[in-house]
Every structure is written in C-alpha cells, then in structure tokens.
C-alpha cells in the first residue's frame, strides 16, 4: 500500500513489493497472478477501516438542518485525508494510472460517501431558484474541495492555507459551505439565520 501511494502504480514494480514484504518474486506470484491483483487488493485493503463509517454516513440526516448536516459531511472527509491519506492517494493513483476499471473499483468504494450527501443535498437544494444548478456537482466539489486540500496547500505552506491536523478545519469548512449553500437552501433560511445567530 505505502509503495503504491508513494511511487504510483507504474513506479513500483513486483521487485520492490516483494523486498518490502520479505518475500521472493516466485513466492508472490504463488499469491497474485499479476502486479495489478496487488494494487487493487492494496486498494481494498484501504479501506477496510473506514468501510464502517461509511456505510453509517448519512443513516440520520432525514430532516435534519444543514447547520448540522455539514459539520458531520467534513468530519468524515477531514478524517479520511488525515487518517488514510494512503487511501486517498492510492485512488488518485489508480483513476490516473489504471483507467476504466479504476473507475468502476473507486466507484464501488466511494459510492457510500458520494451517495448520502448527493441524497441530502439534492433532497433539499431549492433547485427551482437556482435553475439547472446539480446536487451532483455541489457534492462532488465538497468532497474534492477537501480532499485535495492538503495538496494544494503543500504547494503554497507559506500562505497560511488551512492545516487539515487541526480540528478547527472542520468548522471553516462547515461556515465556508454553509455560506455558499444558503441561498440555495432558501426555503429552510429561518433556519439557517436562527442557527447562525446562536453562535
């Protein structure tokens, strides 16, 4: 796992996993028919600790108000980058490494994180204001806001962008989006105003 999230698919080869597994290359090959079974049992493997949560996302969210909904939204994914920054770059490696099979694999790991927000969000954006606007893009753009923050930020760690270490992050990014989704939740703002003025 740490190879692949490391060096990517094409820049590990069986060699490297084999020494670091203190194996030989027959031996693993007893195991795997090609290096790829590593890398998608790598990926499987990921996710197993965080598999729980996931599936649990969202089982409480019926009715409740974004104000409470949001924080919860990014504790997830601000665990997820802070605790299994493996998993997230072992995904980023096969969507860009591995192609179409990467797709349908990452699909069926991601879908129970995609899927309860794209619910709630599209269950209460007031669409009809906002026209076309697509609960789809909406949750895609939360979770990759968050998800490749770290990144960016390491790219820029002199211009004081947000650490994800700091539990602080969940709340910036629950009043960032609280702030952006408003309008859109326009006929849950009594709502919303009564929340904000409580804090």
């Avoid at 504790?75 to 997820?80: A, K, N, R």
Wanted: with cysteine; glycine share 4%; aromatic share 10%.
């Amino acid at each position: 796992m740490a190879l692949f999230s490391r060096q990517g698919y094409r820049g590990t080869s069986s060699r490297d996993i084999a020494r670091l597994a203190d194996v030989s290359e027959v031996t693993l090959y007893r195991q795997f028919d090609q290096k790829e079974d590593i890398f998608w049992c790598a990926l499987d493997s990921s996710f197993e600790d965080i598999k729980p949560r996931l599936q649990s996302l969202g089982k409480s969210w019926e009715g409740e108000h974004l104000p409470v909904v949001l924080p919860q939204i990014m504790s997830i994914l601000i665990d997820l980058v802070e605790f299994s920054p493996q998993t997230v770059r072992l995904v980023a490696v096969a969507l860009l490494e591995l192609g179409a099979k990467a797709r349908i694999i990452c699909h069926t790991h991601l879908e129970p994180l995609f899927s309860p927000i794209y619910s709630y969000l599209s269950a209460n954006i007031n669409t009809k204001q906002f026209g076309s606007l697509d609960p789809a893009t909406v949750t895609a753009t939360i979770i990759l806001s968050v998800l490749i923050q770290p990144e960016v930020a390491s790219l820029a760690s002199e211009s004081g962008f947000m650490n994800l270490n700091d539990r602080r992050s969940i709340e910036s990014y629950s009043d960032f989006w609280l702030c952006v989704l408003e309008p859109l939740f326009a006929h849950r703002l009594p709502e919303l105003e009564s929340y904000a003025n409580r804090k």
